[in-house]
């Protein structure tokens, strides 16, 4: 699969996405080419574009952090697409696994979106007290993530497909610095 990587308009690496996604951000005019291939071309009904290596975004986008992402209750929400990790319905509120009565604290690993009802049903209790199985492992956001936070879109069921930034391509740290 080919990668194609992401610069902020400042010319800084944000990521890599697919070529797919980078094409559909050219089409929507979010971003611009900036290296292409030599020779190969992308067709399609309505496409012709050179097959984008780097491809830059329009509009700096501010991104909060690089290594680590600070935690938030709008960052979990966002992290676990609004999908409670209890039901896998809709999420509006933040789980704390380990109870904060129970010392469990703000943070990645501790926290997952659930739903009102079975946030309120677990109540002060682990998982294992409340008897209630998580269906996801909470984690903490990569960079990738962190572009998509940084894009300020709140609500994962209306995230458009080229945000999904593949996770497989490395963190941004591993990218080459900008010269
Ligand atoms: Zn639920």
């Not at 610069?7 to 797919?20: D, I, Q, W």
């Not at 960052?75 to 380990?98: E, F, I, N, P």
């Not at 998580?134 to 894009?151: C, G, N, Q, S």
Request: charged share 25%; net charge positive.
């Amino acid at each position: 699969m080919r990668e194609t990587l992401i610069l902020n308009a400042s010319f800084e690496p944000l990521s890599t996405v697919s070529l797919r996604r980078a094409v559909v951000l050219v089409m929507q005019d979010k971003a611009v080419v900036e290296q292409s291939h030599p020779g190969l071309r992308v067709r399609a009904a309505n496409i012709d574009l050179p097959v984008p290596q780097v491809v830059r975004l329009r509009r700096y986008v501010r991104v909060p952090f690089r290594q680590r992402a600070p935690w938030s209750r709008r960052g979990v929400l966002v992290r676990d697409r609004h999908r409670c990790a209890y039901c896998g319905r809709r999420a509006t509120t933040v789980d704390h696994v380990v109870p904060r009565s129970r010392g469990g604290t703000d943070t990645w690993l501790n926290t997952v979106a659930a739903c009102a009802a079975d946030n309120h049903r677990k109540a002060d209790r682990t998982p294992a007290q409340a008897g209630m199985a998580l269906l996801v492992k909470p984690f903490e956001p990569t960079p990738a993530d962190a572009l998509l936070l940084a894009l300020g879109r709140t609500d994962g069921a209306a995230l458009p497909e080229w945000l999904t930034v593949s996770r497989a391509a490395g963190s941004a740290a591993e990218l080459p610095a900008t010269a």
